[in-house]
């Protein structure tokens, strides 16, 4: 079955600090892999997506991800964090198609303390 | 640009009755895509609208259903409400050519008492 996996619920990190958010993700074709984020009160925001080609992927904010087919991995990274980065990050999949069906993780929660 | 839009941000409901979502899709955008997302949990895909047909469905029963309009504005709506589906229902447009990036309107809070 198609799932997504992220495995911290919760992340409290200082200021200041470096990232890594974990997701793993079990897709039996080329899955399409995004990272979103969710602040309170806000929609979900594209931080990142990995379709082909280099599997190091750099988004908006800072952010970026590596694709490890071999670990069936797509880690979202961030050198050093702002404390407007507390939010909600969410890891999804989809398939090559175009029915935009993303698969979701649960989410992990990211605090940040000044 | 205009962004996705939903309407109502916030609404409550009891048990039995039914409610209708509304979401405007982002200019040039000619698919949608509903998910609900409850409390604590990520967002589940319930369907998506392209061309006014229904293209792809989640495991959701029959009472949730859609509508897309020529202007490829969408609703949701969903009938026999129950607890369970208090939830945040999220609407997301995509360009046909486009490549699986979503965008998302900002969401409907349903509670059902």
């Known amino acids: 079955a198609q799932s997504v996996t992220q495995p911290d619920i919760h992340i409290t990190v200082s200021e200041g600090a470096s990232l890594e958010l974990r997701c793993n993700y079990s897709?039996?074709?080329?899955?399409?892999l995004f990272w979103y984020v969710q602040s309170p009160g806000q929609g979900l925001q594209l931080l990142l997506k990995?379709?082909?080609?280099d599997t190091l992927v750099q988004g908006i904010k800072g952010f970026e991800a590596e694709f490890k087919r071999s670990q069936s991995s797509f880690n979202l990274r961030k050198p050093s964090v702002h404390w407007s980065d507390a939010a909600e990050y969410f890891c999804?999949?989809?398939?090559?198609?175009?029915?935009?069906?993303?698969?979701w993780g649960l989410g992990t929660s990211l605090a940040v303390n000044p | 640009e205009t962004g996705v839009t939903q309407s109502p941000t916030h609404l409550i409901k009891t048990r039995g009755q039914q409610v209708t979502l509304r979401c405007s899709s982002q200019?040039?955008?000619?698919?949608v895509s509903w998910y609900q997302q409850a409390l604590g949990q990520g967002p589940q895909f319930i369907f998506q609208?392209?061309?006014?047909?229904?293209?792809g469905r989640g495991n959701f029963p029959p009472r949730f259903s859609g509508l897309q309009f020529p202007n490829y504005s969408s609703e949701l709506n969903v009938n026999a409400l129950e607890l369970d589906d208090s939830a945040l229902y999220l609407c997301?447009?995509?360009?046909?050519?486009?490549?699986?990036?979503?965008?998302f309107g900002e969401g409907s809070r349903l509670t059902v008492l």
């Open positions: 997301a447009s995509s360009p046909a050519q486009g490549a699986g990036e979503l965008f």
């Open positions: 200019s040039g955008h000619n698919t």
């Open positions: 609208y392209y061309r006014e047909e229904e293209n």
């Open positions: 897709y039996g074709a080329t899955p399409y």
């Open positions: 990995y379709f082909s080609g």
């Open positions: 999804a999949v989809s398939n090559a198609g175009n029915n935009r069906k993303l698969i």
